[in-house]
């Protein structure tokens, strides 16, 4: 599956963006996708997933200000950010996987990302 993120961009904290990635090349509907992030000097880790039962992971640090959603006819997930902080500054990165563990283990190669940067 080949996937394509966009959406990235500088704002100042408080602001909000969507990042998109558009999925080809593999049977989307129902599929479990997630969003992952990498900030300078930090490993990957997921910020939001859908499993593969429909049901959302967040990360603590981002619930209630990140949104994931997607469009099975677009073959697009989208990942909603609210009420940024510069701590959500990162590369984001989406994966045809679910937000797990083994998954991040296990998960390449990533594609090139959109960089988020929270700054006034």
């Known amino acids: 599956v080949q996937l394509v993120e966009s959406g990235g961009g500088l704002v100042q904290p408080g602001g909000s963006l969507r990042l998109s990635c558009v999925a080809s090349?593999?049977?989307?509907?129902?599929?479990?996708m997630s969003w992952a992030r990498q900030a300078p000097g930090k490993p990957f880790g997921w910020v939001s997933g859908f499993y593969n039962d429909g049901s959302t992971y967040y990360a603590d640090s981002v619930k209630g200000r990140f949104t994931i959603s997607r469009d099975n006819a677009k073959n697009t997930v989208y990942l909603h950010m609210d009420s940024l902080k510069p701590e959500d500054t990162a590369v984001y990165y989406c994966?045809?996987?679910?937000?797990?563990?083994?998954?991040?283990?296990?998960?390449?190669?990533w594609g090139q990302g959109t960089q988020v940067t929270v700054s006034s």
């Open positions: 090349g593999s049977t989307f509907s129902g599929a479990a």
């Open positions: 994966a045809a996987a679910p937000p797990t563990t083994a998954a991040m283990m296990q998960y390449g190669p």
